[in-house]
């Protein structure tokens, strides 16, 4: 125990001093893993021997893995990376993080993942306001994205140009809901339920609209140990999805025929592990290296093309007000929007490096797991089914990464750690009001989620973040998860509190 204390110690001032950092990194050099094994049982290691930080400040989720430490190049990179997530992109035409717009969601990424994790419950969307980790998502009554708007729809504009959406016309409300049960636990405990609606006014929207479309959120998820997901084979994702299906749960059967699988530039394909959406394969073309070009618009040389619509373009290109303030004419400014030859704002060693910290990112370690009741409440969360979709652990394979040329070699690896996420990284439906975009929904990771309102100054919980604690959390439970929902309803309330402060301590 002393000698993991010394450790947390050191990872806290490494925090702090990066000159520091690298010493420790070099220090550690002959000695990679300075915790005993029989100090600490395998689930403290949520990440691995490799992949796991020892530390619960409010750095928690900011910590290189051991792997990045131990390597004073990668480390170097791993901090220039970061500052590409932490800073704001500038309208600059040249320098460090030149090249924000003309469009933009947001111009920094930590805006939306506050202190690295989710994003808050907003009462209000504003691009600039920090923790708003929001994305609009405007859709049709079939819940196909309005195709007038990105799917990630801007609401930030460099003049002359209008935002897609003006976000002075963007509503939400809070609204109470009342479950099947009156929101009474059967021994009276009672909880309260609220839920998101969501408008956005026509005339605040500067393209063309079809006659019906509605919105939903979809709050951030955390990035730390994105890494390890991705050193998961595919081959254990399929035998995951074909388990659950013996066992008869309902799941999105689509995204599992290999003829879905998600094709990357490098030409190979997989089953999707990341996002809500279930949308993205690989870390290498994954939601952080899509969202460095289509939240900011900062092209890049595989990317020299605008995130933006023709019906955008259009709607801009025809605005007498824009031409006149640029001088050009509708065809020269529909031509700059949507060329495909615009020239690189990023460099691919800047971006490169955004990777190495992307991949480098540690998962907190696990806390109290010795505490009797969190033993109870792990005990609980068993025997109630949770862990037949928040499925415990995974083993990593070779990790010979995949889906981008350009960061292949360069990238820290995990190969055949034991990590535990409390995620089957499958959809399942849990039919909540106002639910998700198809209703399909990715099991969360539980991870490091306890340490949430110390890192980010928020915890609250599912897609839109309506859950404003764990208990909620669970009693939003419905559709194939029901029947645990069931068993933790009818827990004694010491019962309940424990299996909350195990959720806490993973
Ligand atoms: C508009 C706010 C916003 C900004 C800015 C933003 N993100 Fe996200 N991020 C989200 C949302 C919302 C999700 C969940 C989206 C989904 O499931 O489709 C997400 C998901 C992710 C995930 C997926 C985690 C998982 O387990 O699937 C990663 C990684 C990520 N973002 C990285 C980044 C990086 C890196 C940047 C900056 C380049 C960034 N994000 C900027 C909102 C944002
Ligand atoms: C049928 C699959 C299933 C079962 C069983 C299940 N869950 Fe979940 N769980 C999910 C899905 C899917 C989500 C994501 C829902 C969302 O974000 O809207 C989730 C989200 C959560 C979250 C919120 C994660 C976050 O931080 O946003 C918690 C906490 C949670 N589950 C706990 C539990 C507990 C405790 C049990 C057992 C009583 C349980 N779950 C059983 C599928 C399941």
């Not at 019962?495 to 402060?501: G, H, I, P, S, T």
Request: proline residues 6%; contains cysteine; hydrophobic residues 35%.
């Amino acid at each position: 125990m002393i000698k993991m204390t010394v450790r947390q110690l050191a990872e806290i001032l490494c925090a702090m001093s990066f000159l520091l950092c690298i010493a420790i990194a070099c220090s550690e050099g002959s000695d990679p893993d300075p915790i005993a094994e029989e100090d600490l049982s395998e689930e403290y290691y949520t990440g691995g021997k490799l992949g796991t930080a020892f530390n619960a400040t409010s750095f928690a989720y900011e910590q290189p893995t051991p792997v990045v430490e131990a390597d004073a190049d990668m480390m170097v990179r791993f901090k220039i990376g970061e500052g590409f997530f932490e800073n704001e992109f500038t309208t600059n035409a040249s320098g460090i993080r030149s090249g924000l717009g003309p469009v933009s969601v947001r111009s920094s990424c930590l805006t939306c993942h506050p202190g690295y994790g989710h994003g808050k419950r907003m009462e209000r969307y504003r691009a600039k306001d920090y923790g708003n980790g929001y994305l609009l998502v405007v859709i049709d009554q079939n819940d196909n994205y309005v195709p007038q708007l990105t799917g990630m729809p801007q609401t930030q504009a460099v003049p002359p140009f209008l935002p897609p959406i003006d976000e002075s016309g963007i509503h939400i409300e809070w609204k109470n809901h009342t479950d099947q049960y009156g929101n009474i636990f059967p021994d009276g405990e009672s909880y309260s339920l609220i839920y998101p609606e969501v408008t956005i006014d026509r005339e605040a929207i500067n393209v063309p609209m079809p006659d019906f479309y509605k919105v939903r959120l979809e709050a951030t998820i955390g990035l730390y140990g994105t890494g390890l997901i991705d050193a998961i084979p595919d081959d254990s994702l399929i035998a995951q999805y074909e388990l659950e299906k013996a066992r008869g749960f309902t799941l999105n059967d689509a995204k599992y025929r290999p003829e879905n699988f998600i094709k990357e530039v490098d030409g190979t394909s997989h089953p999707g592990r990341y996002t809500y959406g279930l949308s993205r394969g690989t870390l290498q073309n994954g939601p952080g290296a899509n969202a460095i070009w289509n939240i900011t618009n900062v092209t890049r040389s595989d990317r020299r093309y605008h995130y933006i619509t023709a019906a955008y373009a259009t709607a801009m290109s025809q605005n007498a007000d824009i031409q006149a303030a640029l001088g050009q004419t509708e065809q020269e400014i529909y031509s700059y929007l949507m060329s495909r030859e615009l020239p690189a704002e990023m460099s691919d060693k800047d971006y490169t490096d955004l990777m190495v910290w992307h991949r480098g990112l540690a998962v907190p370690a696990a806390r109290n797991l010795d505490d009797p009741a969190v033993k109870r409440g792990k005990e609980k969360f068993y025997e109630m089914g949770c862990i037949a979709c928040h499925r415990p652990s995974w083993t990593t394979g070779a990790d010979d990464y995949s889906g981008d040329p350009m960061v292949k070699g360069h990238l820290p690896r995990y190969p055949h750690q034991k990590i535990w996420p409390y995620t089957d990284l499958l959809q399942h439906r849990l039919e909540m009001v106002n639910n998700i975009r198809t209703g399909w929904c990715r099991t969360m990771p539980l991870w490091g989620r306890g340490l949430s309102e110390k890192c980010t100054g928020a915890g609250e919980h599912l897609h839109d973040m309506r859950a404003r604690n764990y208990n909620e959390a669970i009693m939003w439970h419905g559709g194939d998860a029901q029947f645990a929902k069931e068993k933790y309803r009818t827990l004694s309330k010491t019962d309940r509190e424990a299996v909350v402060k195990f959720l806490e301590s993973i």
